[in-house]
């Protein structure tokens, strides 16, 4: 968690004046309506709630969350009209089809438990609930890949789960945004069709090996 705290106050500031591009991608891909309501898996310091409360009117309601608690601390500065949980994405029940659509940017990579905490997202979905990812995709086999396996592990604890096939494993559709995909990231949606219980989503979170 340290890590986290720590890049709250330094390298995530940077990245918040350089992510509207992508907010705004992640707007438009869920196309949201007023009156949704929107998860936030791992919403950093909260450069996308202002947006997600914005997209959904006054009649919506958002929902973020964060393992760190500076990261949560400095997101409820810019959270009006949202709620911002401390909590772990792995093991925190969001409640049952309490949401149309959720949004994890570059969260799923970096948590212990992958496929759990993408099975807890499936379930807060509601039949028809859409999640947009963006993340790190080191699936392939280059030497640029190899590098950023090892440091994003030492760094951010990688468990080397790719996130693309966890997906799969749990949504009924999984589509990329873009027809190329990036050799080190992926944009996707997966949608949730059914309401078919999805596999257990708390194993308990642990250290990568």
């Known amino acids: 968690m340290q890590i986290w705290d720590f890049a709250a106050l330094t390298y995530y500031r940077v990245l918040d004046r350089f992510s509207g591009r992508l907010n705004a991608l992640a707007i438009a891909e869920l196309d949201l309506k007023?009156?949704?309501?929107?998860?936030d898996i791992g919403c950093g310091t909260g450069a996308l709630i202002p947006a997600l409360v914005e997209a959904v009117g006054p009649r919506g309601r958002v929902v973020a969350m964060d393992f760190s608690p500076r990261m949560v601390a400095i997101a409820r500065k810019r959270a009006a009209n949202a709620e911002v949980r401390l909590a772990d994405a792995c093991t925190t029940d969001h409640g049952a089809g309490q949401f149309d659509a959720a949004v994890a940017l570059g969260a799923f990579s970096a948590i212990p438990d992958v496929p759990a905490a993408i099975a807890n997202a499936a379930d807060a979905l509601r039949p028809g609930g859409r999640l947009f990812v963006f993340d790190v995709r080191l699936a392939k086999k280059t030497w640029t890949t190899k590098l950023l396996r090892t440091g994003y592990r030492l760094i951010a604890?990688?468990?080397?789960?790719d996130v693309v096939t966890e997906l799969r494993n749990v949504f009924e559709h999984?589509?990329?945004?873009?027809?190329?995909?990036?050799?080190?990231?992926?944009?996707?949606?997966?949608?949730?069709?059914?309401?078919?219980?999805?596999?257990?989503?708390?194993?308990?979170?642990?250290p990568a090996e």
Do not use: I, Q, Y
């Open 174 to 206: 999984v589509e990329p945004v873009f027809a190329v995909e990036g050799e080190t990231t992926t944009v996707v949606v997966a949608r949730k069709v059914t309401d078919t219980a999805t596999r257990s989503a708390c194993t308990p979170s642990r």
């Open 157 to 161: 604890g990688f468990s080397g789960a």
């Open 34 to 39: 007023p009156g949704e309501a929107v998860l």
